[in-house]
């Protein structure tokens, strides 16, 4: 170290937070060489991420203005920002930065160096008031190494004589370069000696620390205005040591900016022209599609191929610390699902394949795939989803009947559906939570994903000859659509009264609603509210998820039950904008700012969904409204904000403008959210199509025209049902191989049945109810035979009273 450093003061700087969250453009290369991603807003650059997508290593990169006296300008805040892009669908952008003030004006154009671990950046500053000669222009850039802001230590020095900054944290290091000199040079720790607090204050730079040891820190230059003209590029490099970051810099801007952008630019066009092209007559102005698909792609990992993360932001990332590490650049297997079944309604095949092969490496050895994760597989939070078990089957089975798979990758494949198909089983229907991942319970939307899954499943058994076991897996989807009602259908209930409807489905049954013969008397945890305001009773809380039936097959768009709850939903959960509507994911939700716009902070008001808007669209095509559809396809178009991106949320409240919150305009969740993108392209292809792209032929088939039911009911110890309804098949299913002592007249006369095994690891026996009295009991009991003991206990089973279809009002 040089004993003529000068040392920063203010260690450790103040405590470190995140930047906005509403992106207006997020960027890569689609060259495996460059390993960084950028994101920008409020006209300039935010988190770039190295060495992959869920690590991000600033925080932002912005431009301070004065003329040295008493003027200050901060682009970030001080300007209007015009976003275009560089080319159509191509994640290069083009900023214009106006002054409010009017006097000056920024120009710069935004991409990765496809060669190389670097963002580029070409400005040019044009006065609009007065000559170059009357301003100072300063480069300002908050390093947040390996996703923290905190530990990270800067300093001035070179490379080979070329002046740079650097900043290193825990084995990965970025350096700031310029094309042309810099005047002056700083490092600082945030809020006290930072350059920030020096211009601001100063109007100009008065300190020139050369070292800012582990802390918060930032990194400030002054360019050279007369030698630059107002022209010049910046680069920003990275690498695992600070040399390797700058001479990955010094190289980059060794290079044409714009024959750079033209490779960039080329790669980009190449994958797109093997797109399937959105229908002229659903082409939109703004270019959504394209965009939506280049957030798609640049948000997948390259050292991980086919990992896709949720969102290059951190929701309300303004204030959030180092404690948020994951934001939404996780991975969660049911987004990618969702990503990867858009990738392929728009043709691009080779990402689809890289996300299957991807979700077969992470899957857990028992089956099911974690709640989220980073792209190495790594679990972060803890939380099991059924649907996300569920959600890899679909998929393959997907990719089979389009065309993609053929019949042996079904037969390499089966290893990895079968532990999944065996998960299902063995741990459905009840999910830990819901598809919000919230709640535990009977989810109409799991449901309907755990059962089409199942049926996927069956017919990839048939492939590799498990015949016993696809028959098991059909009976069991078989037996779970068949207690979709009895779980989560409630009737006569105050808000069915009021809304002139018999009944509907609520957005999740408590996991003991399997006991009762109708879900109405449980209460739901509500999370993310204040304490005295989070529980609720079941048939309070209804969801658009019920659509969920209809997407995946389960039940016709016409069913009477379904219409019931689309108005409930309707009453409930939409409302209207200016640019049409949008739809809340429940009443009562609290994941959104709270009323008086400050960000979610545990508790809040949950806000409307633009992602609903594309699922209510496919609803509604699939019921035959294609004209209705059409109208959501351009409100979702129109969520969307100036650089095409689509939020997570809107706000959904009267306009606060000192928090930038707009009604019908994004809020401060993530933006833009890969899954909300995802609906939108599978909507335009839906909507080609004349039919809901993703719904399974063998639900529909199964359930919609044939109309099977199923003869069973089923108890496990799992699920431990206490009633059963009359003429139905008692089944009773249990890990180990046993003996089934049972009566039906309290143990007067005995019966004994051996179970037999489903091929699955479950071993079934069944008990003929059907012909039992209704309102009968069932006591039973198990001989363990790998042991050679009594269970030591009795259960029983209540058969219901039969209640005719009149009876009940169905």
Partial sequence: MNSNENFAPGWPGIQARWTSSAKNGIGTALSAKSHVWFTHSHGILNEIYYPEVDRACTRDFGLLITDGQDFFSEEKRHTQTLIEHLTPGVPAYHLVNTCLLGRYRIEKDIIADPDRDVVLQQIRFVPLKGSLADYHLYVLLAPHLGNHGSGNTAWV???????????????????????????????????????????????????????AENGNVAIIGEIDLQISQGVFVLAIGFGQKPADAAEQAKISLQQNFETVLFKYTKEWSTWEKNLLPPPEELKDERGIYLHSMSVLRASESKLHPGAIIASLSIPWGFS????????????????????????????????????????????????????????NGNQYWPGIQMDETAFPILLIDMAYRKGLLKLQDLKDLWPTVRKAAR????????????????????????????????????????????????KY??????????????????????????????????????PDAGDAASPDQGFVPIKNRPPGQSNEPET?????????????????????????????????????TDHGPVWHRYNYDGYGEHEDGSPFDGTGVGRAWPLLVGERAHYELAAGRLIEAKKLLKAMQSFANDGGMIPEQIWDSPDIPDRELFFGRPSGSAMP???????????????????????????????????????????????????????????????????????????????????????????????PTKTLSPEGKILFTFYWRGTAQWEGKDYSVQIEKYVSPSDNGS
């Fill in 540 to 576: 309070h809380i209804i969801s658009p998820d019920a659509l969920a039936l209809v997407r995946f097959g389960i039940r016709p768009p016409d069913d009477p039950r379904i219409r019931n709850t689309v108005k409930i939903i309707d009453a409930l959960l939409k409302i209207e």
């Fill in 157 to 211: 020095g070179d490379r080979d004589r070329v002046p740079m900054m650097f900043a290193e944290r825990d084995g990965n290091a970025l350096a700031l370069a310029c094309s042309v000199p810099w005047i002056k040079m700083s490092v600082g720790f945030v809020g006290i000696s930072d350059g920030w607090q020096d211009v601001m204050q100063h109007k100009q730079m008065q300190w020139e620390y050369s070292r």
């Fill in 423 to 470: 998960y299902l089983v063995m741990n459905g229907p009840v999910t830990q939570q819901d598809r919000w991942e919230e709640d535990p319970g009977y989810s109409p939307f799991t449901l309907a994903v755990e059962i089409a899954g199942l049926l996927s499943a069956a017919d990839i058994a048939d492939v590799n000859n498990e015949f016993i076991l696809a």
């Fill in 320 to 375: 959030k610390g180092d404690n948020d590490l994951g934001g939404y650049h996780l991975v969660w297997a049911r987004d990618l699902v969702e990503t990867a079944g858009a990738l392929l309604a728009a043709g691009a095949n080779n990402e689809v394949l890289r996300v299957i092969h991807y979700l077969v490496s992470t899957q857990l050895p028992d089956g099911h795939w974690p709640q989220n994760m980073w792209i």
């Fill in 673 to 767: 959210l890969v899954w909300a993108h995802a609906e939108y392209v599978k909507l335009v292809r839906s909507l080609h199509d004349g039919s809901v792209f993703d719904t399974p032929p063998q639900t529909v088939q199964r359930y919609i025209i044939q109309k099977i039911e199923s003869p069973y009911a089923v108890w496990r110890f799992n699920h431990k049902c206490k009633h059963i309804p009359p003429n139905k098949i008692l089944r009773i299913e249990t890990l180990s191989s046993a003996i089934i002592r049972w009566s039906s007249d309290g143990w007067r006369t005995i019966q004994e049945i051996p179970t037999q095994d489903s091929g699955i690891g479950l071993h079934i026996v069944e008990i």
């Fill in 473 to 510: 897996l059909r009976e069991t989807a078989d037996f779970w659509n068949s207690s979709i009602e009895r779980w989560t259908y409630v009737q006569d209930t105050e808000l069915a009264r009021e809304n002139g409807v018999d009944g509907y489905y609520v957005r999740i049954a408590p």
